[in-house]
């Protein structure tokens, strides 16, 4: 368990930086162009296979079992909601609620999607992994 928990901060921290760093060219290049929605269509892609690489190399050098990957990949989503949040609030100046009401947006729905689907590679990972291959 501690393995896994351990992982899933690792995951997390990895694709948080990526994240953040695109973040902040989605939102100061992308957005005045092409408006938030296609701003996050764009970034999207970018972002999970970012997220799917980070994820594969730490599951390569520490892998988990299926259940464990459960874990890490629950273990990163609860740590980048929480991160999310706290942006929101802490830099934005939203209220817990305000920042709720952002899912309202199909851009933001669009972002919950990638961070579902980024809570799954770990699973997805472990599952596609065969005895022997690396």
Do not use: D
Not at 9 to 19: E, I, L, P, Q, W
């Amino acid at each position: 368990m501690t393995k896994a928990l351990r992982a899933g901060c690792t995951y997390f921290a990895g694709a948080f930086a990526v994240g953040f760093l695109l973040g902040v060219l989605r939102t100061l290049v992308l957005v005045p162009r092409v408006g938030e929605t296609a701003a996050v269509l764009i970034e999207l892609p970018i972002i999970l296979g970012a997220s799917w690489l980070i994820c594969r190399r730490i599951l390569r050098r520490a892998p988990l079992s299926s259940g464990e990957a459960v874990v890490m990949g629950a273990a990163a989503f609860v740590l980048l909601m929480i991160a999310e949040l706290s942006m929101s609030i802490l830099l934005a100046n939203r209220t817990f609620t305000a920042h709720l009401a952002l899912y309202s947006e199909v851009a933001h729905l669009l972002g919950l999607a990638g961070q579902i689907a980024f809570a799954l590679f770990p699973v997805l990972q472990a599952m596609r992994r065969k005895p022997g291959r690396g």
